[in-house]
């Protein structure tokens, strides 16, 4: 297979980390039998330095031609005060590319089950949670304006919309363990009573899905008290960009979630934490989130599970052989980030 990838390392960590998970990639393809070819590309917080502006056209252009985007955090205090955000370009990406899915899984190693801040007896239960958001619209894209009196941001969503991200979370719990939990707050938003709804309608066509509903704030709850009663969520926007880190703390640490952005055009796949401007450049971020994403793109936007699956056994010896970097590291001993990329690219090289 040949395939190109337009890599956005990002600002921050994401110069730290995303380095670590085109090395695995490589290793992978040495392995497989694979060529990956990268088309870097500047965005973000970088961008402004370069171009004053978060993405360029032709930057965005070199992203739309590729088959997949590996994409690190954008953004940090120093830009706090650009007229345009880092995070501009983000948005734009998504919109570009048309991925209107996020999934995030979220799983809790058994040998990591310590730093959890849940109870031991919550997390002997086991945490793994999939939870998949709408991406393109919601509150994030809606209209909004500040005036002299205030300021207002405005929700809303169409039935296709909601159609289509619900179908994903179906079909997403047929590949798991066959439970779908939709959460919104239909009991204030129209446009939750409308989630409901069509929620309900499409449930008929999931026989074997068992579907609960759940407010926001009472998923939320539920997320720390009975982790284990999730298996996919699905949600909107801002729901799900609440909850998705949620599971991170639930977890034990950010840089343990990655995330796959899909849609119509090439999948888009990045680490959820930030780009944690405090600790950059001192090579201790947690590169597995942004390798565990590449471990999506390879399942999802190329169809290599086998490969997929190596990084993952890699990734676990890593956690297992305590291979880890600080945050979740269960004692004063703890690796660096690129330390962590040697060990997981020569496992997946070896095994």
């Not at 001192?282 to 169809?303: Q, R, T, V």
Request: contains cysteine.
């Amino acid at each position: 297979m040949n395939k190109r990838i337009a890599v956005i390392c990002g600002d921050g960590i994401g110069q730290e980390v995303i380095p670590q998970a085109v090395r695995v990639l490589d290793a992978v393809g040495v392995r497989f039998g694979h060529v990956f070819t990268y088309e870097y590309v500047t965005a973000g917080g970088a961008s402004i330095d370069l171009y004053g502006t978060p993405l360029t056209e032709e930057n965005l252009n070199r992203v739309l031609e590729a088959d997949a985007v590996l994409l690190g955090a954008l953004g940090g205090d120093k830009w706090d005060h650009c007229p345009e955000r880092p995070e501009k370009a983000l948005l734009l990406l998504r919109k570009s590319l048309g991925v209107y899915a996020n999934l995030r899984p979220a799983v809790l190693y058994p040998t990591l089950a310590d730093i959890s801040p849940l109870r031991s007896e919550i997390t002997e239960r086991g945490v793994d949670i999939m939870v998949v958001r709408e991406l393109t619209g919601g509150l994030y894209y809606g209209q909004r304006a500040t005036t002299a009196d205030g300021a207002y941001d405005t929700m809303s969503y169409s039935v296709r919309e909601i159609n289509r991200i619900l179908r994903v979370g179906f079909e997403s719990a047929m590949l798991r363990r066959r439970r779908l939990t939709v959460v919104d707050k239909a009991n204030i938003l129209d446009t939750s009573k409308l989630w409901r709804r069509l929620a309900s309608e499409m449930e008929r066509e999931y026989p074997a899905v068992s579907v609960d509903y759940l407010y926001v704030d009472n998923a939320s709850m539920q997320l720390v008290l009975h982790p284990d009663r999730f298996d996919v969520i699905v949600t909107e926007n801002t729901f799900g960009d609440i909850l998705s880190d949620e599971t991170g703390a639930v977890v034990g640490s950010l840089g343990m979630i990655p995330s796959a952005s899909l849609g119509d055009g090439a999948g888009l796949y990045e680490p959820v934490h930030g780009s944690a401007p405090d600790i950059a450049g001192k090579n201790i971020a947690n590169p597995i989130a942004a390798i565990l994403s590449a471990a999506m793109m390879l399942e999802y936007s190329f169809g290599l599970k086998e490969e997929a699956a190596a990084i993952r056994a890699a990734v676990e010896e890593s956690i297992r052989r305590g291979v880890v970097t600080r945050d979740i590291a269960r004692d004063a001993c703890s690796a660096t980030t690129r330390e962590v990329g040697d060990y997981i690219t020569r496992f997946v090289e070896v095994y």
